[in-house]
Structure formats: C-alpha cells, structure tokens
C-alpha cells in the first residue's frame, strides 16, 4: 500500500505559479514511476506530467510543456509539480499517481496504481 498526499493547491491570478506537492508514504520501494493529472469540471482527467521514481526522465503534456515542471526529492519521497505561466484553462483538481509496474503508457490514468485525493487549483483572468 502506498498513500499520496497531494499540497499546495488554491486560488490565483493568471500569470502566477504554484508549486503542488505529493508526498508519498507506506511501500514507496514500489514505485517506479509517479504521475500528475488533472480534471476540470465537465472534463474527463488529463494526463499532465509523468517522472521514473529515479527521476530520470521526465514526461509532460504538450498543453503544459515550457510551463511546468515535475521533479522530486527522494529524501522526502515527494514529487513536485512546479507551475508557472498559469492560465485560466489550467483550472482543475489536480491529482498525482503512483504506478509500481511500468504496465502501461506513462500518460494512461490506468496504469496507475494508487491515487491521492486532489487539490483544487484556479485560476482567475
């Protein structure tokens, strides 16, 4: 069992940043990679950006690239998710994901074996 714990979410202006959060405890030696995404009211959830538990390579949606980063800390076995440059249409719950068996493609929300709970992000115009 591994339990995720998203931060860091909350109201901003367009143009702001916001870094999200994802702490990551339990059976972390699972993990092989983690994941963010999103889902804005009326959408279905997005992939946004995915990262190896090594942190060696990192993945991200066309829609955010140049714009957000994903990174993690091991010491603190927390994942990232720097946004800058935010835009109205950026506004979702945002949740991170962690996948213990490279069964599938990185973006597939399916592939994804324990979910955290969101944290709500907006942004106004």
């Known amino acids: 069992q591994v339990q995720l714990v998203e931060s860091g979410g909350g109201l901003v202006q367009a143009g702001d940043s916001l870094r999200l959060s994802c702490a990551a405890s339990g059976r972390t030696f699972n993990i092989r990679r983690m994941g963010w995404f999103r889902q804005a009211p009326g959408k279905e959830r997005e992939f946004v950006a995915a990262?190896?538990?090594?942190?060696?390579?990192?993945y991200y949606a066309d829609s955010i690239k140049g714009r957000f980063t994903i990174s993690r800390d091991n010491a603190q076995n927390t994942v990232y998710l720097q946004m800058n440059s935010l835009k109205p249409e950026d506004t979702a719950v945002y949740y991170c994901?962690?996948?213990?068996?490279?069964?599938?493609?990185?973006?597939?929300?399916?592939?994804?074996?324990?979910w955290g709970q969101g944290t709500q992000v907006t942004v106004s115009s």
């Open positions: 994901a962690a996948d213990f068996d490279f069964s599938g493609s990185y973006d597939s929300e399916v592939v994804y074996d324990y």
């Open positions: 990262i190896r538990w090594s942190g060696r390579f990192t």
